[in-house]
């Protein structure tokens, strides 16, 4: 087994190579975080492990409109393991293929479960929850998901609520994992 090979399947961090969202091959660690083994995944197209068709379809429209421009993407997200389960995961993405970002690409998935817990969300909480934590202001956000900024006060009263938070800054430090300091 040659090195690359060697450090691709034992890996600490999860890693796929993507060709038009659709897996192509993983490493052992992608397939313990998700459940299986690694041949499970060849040919499985990523939409399946998204919560819904339309976070796979949002997050996708996100990630290509930054790929175009710098040929690279991360964020944090809920994400679905192949029993059903939901997980908070970090991906990274690096497109091999600039002029069609989507083409091919290596991708890395980190499961945050153990810093992150998950809260059950609607996907609007989820959608006002991740714009939030890009900074966005309560107007902006409205503007972004077509609701007024009074709308968008009363879901990030409910994310305040479910995440046990008493001001924005301290929501937000929960949403991101960062540790909170008294």
């Not at 299986?36 to 339309?54: C, H, M, N, Q, T």
């Not at 968008?152 to 540790?179: C, D, H, I, N, T």
């Amino acid at each position: 087994m040659d090195i690359g090979t060697l450090a691709f399947d034992h890996a600490p961090v999860g890693l796929a190579v993507l060709e038009h969202r659709i897996i192509r091959v993983c490493n052992r660690q992608f397939a313990a975080i998700f459940g299986g083994e690694p041949g499970d995944y060849a040919g499985v197209p990523l939409a399946r492990f998204y919560p819904s068709i339309e976070d796979y379809r949002r997050i996708g429209s996100d990630a290509l409109a930054v790929m175009r421009r710098t040929g690279r993407y991360a964020d944090e997200r809920v994400m679905k393991r192949h029993d059903g389960a939901l997980f908070w995961c970090r991906v990274r993405g690096q497109s091999l293929t600039p002029e069609d970002p989507f083409r091919r690409g290596v991708w890395s998935f980190a499961d945050l479960s153990q810093e992150r817990p998950l809260v059950a969300l609607t996907q609007r909480e989820r959608e006002v929850a991740i714009l939030t934590c890009r900074g966005l202001t309560s107007k902006e956000i409205g503007l972004e998901l077509g609701l007024s900024y009074r709308t968008v006060e009363v879901y990030r009263a409910r994310l305040l609520e479910k995440f046990e938070a008493r001001k924005l800054a301290e929501l937000v430090a929960k949403l991101s994992g960062m540790p909170l300091l008294d």
